[in-house]
């Protein structure tokens, strides 16, 4: 049995790709809109882990206004730090990410997440 989730925005282009492209395979992932329901900063730093990255930067928007007024691209920014702002703002939060057991991929470009499937 598949454990599948994707952490989604249907207003974001790749991520309703990214979707379309789950369901067009005959999978039905569980849909989790982050907008609607931010993610804690425990639930965050379980998908870096998924993800395998170590740098929060990675499956963030650094083009996002909220990264930018709020200086995060200093490098003295603390991981945690990132990590909370990612809690408080989810919109810095790279879309889609599409869990499936204990993988984790962006869907950018959308085909990315076909290898943890």
Known sequence: MQNLTIYHN?????????LELLTEKGLKPEIIEYLKTPLSVTQIEELMALLKIDDPRKMMRLKEKDY??????????????????????????????VVNNKQAKIGRPPESVLDIL
């Open 68 to 97: 930018t007024e709020n200086n995060l691209g200093d490098e003295n920014v603390t991981v945690s730090q990132l990590i909370t702002a990612m809690a408080t703002y989810p919109k810095l939060i790279e879309r889609p990410i």
């Open 10 to 18: 249907p207003r974001c282009s790749k991520s309703r790709q990214t």
